[in-house]
């Protein structure tokens, strides 16, 4: 069974991007940059919510076409509609059923572009099963936190740590529900 692995940047107070969705103080270049998308090239398949595939609308993504060209993308909403999206691009509803359905395919693990609430959600519902944190050096105060609003309790089992340059680091957990 394919795992879904929410892979993403946080900083050291736990915030995926600041006040006004700023990601301003993140490591945008490096080592573990270019680790991160290297990595992004194993996966076949990225589910996100809504704020999280309109987000890339501030970096040049046109509505309805891929964040990613080689993954099929699942969008959670019950509120975004698409005119003539891209036939990798598909909005779904929040439902758990299509995560377990796309763990039963075929295919590499699925990778969970966030974002927090979303991340949350899913936390909630047990459909995490690994968590990558690329850990940024920096204390952002508030923003959207790694799991939104979620008051779910779980432990974590570490299963690698890796050092970059500049204090950063890439964490690897499995998630225990």
Not at 41 to 52: A, I, L, N, P, S
Request: proline share 5%; charged share 25%.
């Amino acid at each position: 069974m394919r795992k879904l692995v929410y892979y993403v940047a946080t900083s050291l107070d736990g915030y995926i991007a600041g006040p006004n969705e700023s990601i301003d103080l993140f490591a945008m270049d490096g080592s573990l940059v270019e680790k991160y998308q290297q990595d992004l090239r194993d996966f076949d398949t990225v589910v996100m919510g809504r704020k999280t595939y309109e987000f890339g609308y501030k970096f040049g993504l046109p509505p309805g076409q891929p964040a990613y060209p080689h993954m099929r993308h699942y969008i959670f909403s019950d509120s975004l509609t698409l005119e003539n999206p891209h036939d990798l691009v598909k909005v779904v509803k929040r439902d758990t059923s299509t995560i377990k359905q796309l763990k039963q395919e075929e295919g590499t693990d699925i990778y969970l572009c966030g974002g927090g609430a979303f991340a949350g959600w899913m936390l909630d519902e047990k459909l995490i099963d690994i968590l990558i944190i690329k850990l940024n050096p920096i204390v952002l105060g508030s923003g959207t936190p790694l799991f939104g609003d979620s008051n779910t309790a779980t432990k974590l089992n570490q299963l690698d740590n890796q050092e970059f340059e500049g204090g950063l680091s890439l964490r690897t957990y499995h998630i225990h529900y």
